[in-house]
């Protein structure tokens, strides 16, 4: 689970700066049992990642090409799916209770990231539809170089300038990012080896 004062950092940053990044998020046996599981989920189950919602969702080569499966609240497939739907209750009603934010549900997909996968810039949710509140990326690679590019990054435009620089935040094993989902560009640079993530929304409304 989230210790308090991790808690506390996220709710005082995105307060203040409107995201935040923190090492080490979870105990290190919870991370390695969430990288395991999804280092081991097999291909079959996994499917290409789409842009849109509904009717609208397509497949884009030209934007995203990463895989993904959905965590099911009701129906998780592993033990592993409920440490980490555990830990995302927790900072959902620790945010309502401290910024009083309103959150009502999360949602959560692994990740998969091969070898030239990508996920061009864009943001989880646009004025006017503001459903997506709060984002989260929870990275699960293990001995991932910190002093080799070995891409995937992840770049967070922060700031209300068209041209501002990005934060460039690399996917070391157990490292959380949360960011407020309106308007907060941020894109997956191409991946020079496997990237293993889980990306989730809290919600402020209907899904």
Known sequence: MLSSATLNTIAE???????????LALPELTAQRLA??????????????????????????????????????NSPSDVSDHLWLGAMAQLQAYLNRHLFLGLKTYEAHYARYTIGAFYGRHVDAFKGQSNRFISTVYYLNADWPIDIDCGGALLLYVGVEPNQDATHIAPVMGRLVVFLSEGTAHEVLPALRTRHSIAGWFRCGAT
């Open 36 to 73: 395991t599981h999804a280092i081991a989920l097999p291909d079959a189950v996994l499917h290409r990642a789409g842009v849109g919602r509904s009717a609208q969702r397509q497949t884009l080569d030209t934007l995203r090409r990463d895989t993904i499966v959905w965590l099911e609240p």
């Open 13 to 23: 940053q995105l307060h203040t700066a409107g995201w935040c990044v923190i090492d």
